[in-house]
């Protein structure tokens, strides 16, 4: 870190930062809907949130695989940062790292104005450094754990934007979002190990017969198809038990979460088209996917 860190900066309008993070939604593609299928009073909110998530996932995850990436230690280093700023900007003391302050600013906005939690926040971080430090999970339970902190934060802040604070809801969402990211961790096998990264449980490799070779052979063997069926239905099964979310929520939130649990079930859906093999290919969502995405969430109920 150098000197220039601890300088004492100027920090940039609150209609700028907002602004900043407003564009950054703008530029990333994700399966759901980001920011857009909300009222706009709540808009800025909404981006201002998916601003400190993208970035600091980032920190922990972007260019993994290149030669002069950040090395694991300054990941840590840079998230140690990160959370530090988190806890300055809503506390109304100053920010230390100008890179980085366009997010703070509209963050600790956004946190004041809407009540949010700051353990949510701080719940994603902790995920994020844990992608740095664990490459495997021995059980199902471990993989759960790991899914509380990275994915659902993100529902049940969505929820809490739209003035909805009812523990029933957030459980609906918790497994919506716990199922979006465990159909992610089976979508993306083939990329996942190229970063020497496993999500399957260790537990299920073993019970099927599955070795770490075979998840980087040209094809899936029975062994792994098997594997991955196992893991797909007990993701169809919190999807199911989660949709039902959308019923309890007023228009157009309804119309996201409907979207939300629709990618992913049509991920899932690829996944069994192919016979489970997501070693040889990657399956995801096209433009005539979207189409039918957008036409079942408007008629699905």
């Avoid at 949130?49 to 280093?77: C, K, M, V």
């Avoid at 523990?167 to 919506?176: G, R």
């Avoid at 970063?195 to 075979?214: A, W």
């Amino acid at each position: 870190m150098t000197d220039s860190v601890h300088t004492p900066f100027t920090h940039p309008s609150l209609e700028a930062a907002y602004q900043q993070c407003h564009e950054l939604t703008r530029e990333h593609y994700e399966n759901f809907p980001v920011a857009r299928l909300v009222p706009k009073t709540i808009r800025p909110h909404v981006s201002a949130i998916y601003a400190f998530a993208r970035t600091s996932d980032d920190l922990a995850d972007e260019n993994w695989d290149t030669p002069d990436g950040p090395t694991p230690d300054q990941r840590l280093a840079d998230l140690d940062a990160f959370a530090t700023e988190l806890v300055a900007a809503t506390q109304d003391q100053p920010l230390r790292r100008p890179e980085w302050a366009w997010i703070f600013v509209a963050l600790a906005d956004t946190v004041r104005k809407c009540d949010l939690p700051l353990h949510l926040f701080t719940d994603l971080l902790s995920a994020f450094k844990q992608d740095v430090t664990t490459l495997r999970y021995a059980t199902f339970d471990d993989i759960l754990d790991y899914c509380r902190r990275s994915a659902n934060p993100i529902g049940r802040l969505v929820l809490l934007l739209h003035g909805y604070r009812d523990e029933q809801l957030f459980q609906w969402s918790d497994q919506i979002c716990t199922a979006l990211q465990l159909a992610n961790f089976w979508q993306d096998v083939s990329i996942d190990i190229k970063k020497n990264r496993i999500y399957i449980p260790q537990v299920d490799l073993t019970r099927f017969g599955v070795t770490e070779t075979m998840l980087t052979q040209p094809k899936a063997t029975q062994a792994y198809k098997d594997c991955l069926k196992f893991q797909v239905d007990r993701t169809y099964e919190l999807f199911k038990q989660g949709r039902v979310l959308s019923r309890h929520l007023k228009f157009p939130l309804s119309m996201e979460i409907r979207l939300t649990w629709l990618g992913g079930q049509t991920i899932l859906d690829k996944i069994i088209e192919q016979d489970y093999d997501t070693v040889e290919l990657r399956p995801k969502l096209n433009a005539k996917d979207k189409v039918n995405l957008l036409r079942k969430a408007a008629f699905t109920r």
